[in-house]
């Protein structure tokens, strides 16, 4: 999976949602035009569709203030594991025979805040 795949992914669901009720707000306003003879109405029936857009946005600003720890720390861990991968590639010539999803595995674990200590043998 790529590491990117979970920010383009809340990306993309806040835009599909977006667009699909923006046009659920331009299909109501079109069939109540051409249901409404009255002038009055429509008018009403606009002003209640601005009102509800303006309140979408609201919440699409609140949801988007609160994905950016998310984006932060999603940031943060392509970075870790980036440079750690970089590490293992440069640093560890015993590790040069491994392919590269053993190694992408072990910058995954140490990313993820894996410790591994050592059990000292008792005689």
């Known amino acids: 999976m790529s590491p990117h795949k979970g920010p383009n992914i809340i990306k993309y669901c806040v ?13 109501t306003i079109l069939i ?29 600003k609140e949801i988007s ?15 870790c594991f ?8 440069e640093k560890e010539k015993d590790l040069a025979g491994w392919d590269k999803a053993s190694k992408e595995s072990i910058a995954v674990a140490v990313c993820n805040g894996a ?4 059990k000292p043998k008792m005689k």
Do not use: F, G, H
């Open 15 to 27: 835009i599909t949602s977006t667009a699909a009720l923006v046009l659920i707000a331009v299909n």
């Open 32 to 60: 109540s035009q051409k249901s409404s003879n009255n002038s009055d109405t429509l008018k009403i029936e606009i002003k209640n569709v601005s009102s509800n857009l303006e309140s979408l946005k609201k919440q699409i």
């Open 65 to 79: 203030i609160d994905l950016v720890p998310s984006k932060r720390q999603s940031r943060s861990w392509n970075k």
């Open 82 to 89: 980036r440079n750690t991968v970089r590490w293992i590639d």
């Open 115 to 118: 410790v591994y200590e050592l």
